[in-house]
């Protein structure tokens, strides 16, 4: 085993020619480099003496993640591999390199290179989202302070492992890049890492983090053009709208018992992530990998129709969910209007359980999607 510690996470795109899971799980541990960026935390930890279910809904949400599980090694057909020569992402105008003019110049072998790398780094953001989750998951076991939350975040600990596993492996496998992680994501995981409150934990990551990824998931499944990619989005789309709906009605009934002081701490807190989230979606890292003019790629996405409306859409199912759960207060309101995103507010949030939706039987509704 070799661990090297380093500052912060990598700066360049890291790549993986060739890469066979069969061979890399036979790697000898004098083969394997783990580089590990270090932080510290005051996490606060609570047993809880108790043992009693004191909701049902979180229980039943428990006992769904059970019964819906999916091993990511077996249930994906990793055998298929989606053609070098055809994009892993339908051509849209919706999306905010379409309509940039560098990109309409590309020819159209240079477009389907474009959208390799364009793929790779949203699902890489979502590797390293997925990876926060599963460290803030692993935290809420610890510090969460019921019965119900604790055996649930433990059950979501393992959804956020599986998730890891199968975005890192279609990323090294079918892709063969990782792009490094964007600095405002970085800024979030590190924000909602470091805090001693759990509760902030489980607004940052339940709410924010996982109510924008869920968004961005389904976005691309509608997409995407690889079968594999499709499945897998699917899998995981199923796990991620158990963890929103989960925080919603946790945090719903939890905020409640805060003093005036401790909610408008926490809504400035949900502020400041939405805030960070919406600077997230303008990348330009690949932009920055094909050489174009980046200063001006970015101005053109934060000034392009399309790219607000692509971000506004985003928070469709965040902005609800904060006015459910009692965040949306007279004081932060005037911000989410500034920041473009208080128009959803009234729009449907997560938090009424859909139990026929969230029961249905995961493997018959996959083998459709199945390449």
Known sequence: MKITKADGPP???LTFNNLEVENELNLTPSQVEDVAEIFNTPLTGAYNWDYTVADNRIKKLYELGKELNWNGSIDLNWD???PANERLVQADEELPHETLEAYENLTEEEKIEFD??????LLSQFLHGEQGALLVASQLTSCAPTYNAKLYAASQTFDEARHVE???R???????MHYPINKNLKLLLDKILTDERWDLKFIGMQIIIEGLALAAFQMLKGLSKDPLLTQLLHYVIRDEARHVTFGINYLEEFVTTLSEKEIEERAQFAYEA???SKERLVSIEVYEHFGWNVEDARQFQLSSEIMQTFQKLLFQRVMPNLKR???LTDS???KFEKLGILEYEDDASDADIDWADLSRPLFKETAELAP
């Open 11 to 13: 700066k360049e795109i």
């Open 325 to 327: 759960i009692g965040l």
């Open 80 to 82: 298929y591999t989606h």
């Open 274 to 276: 939405c805030y960070l």
């Open 166 to 168: 199968v975005f890192n």
């Open 116 to 121: 390799r790398h364009d793929t790779a780094e």
């Open 332 to 334: 932060i309101r005037p």
């Open 170 to 176: 279609y990323l090294q496998e079918k892709i063969g």
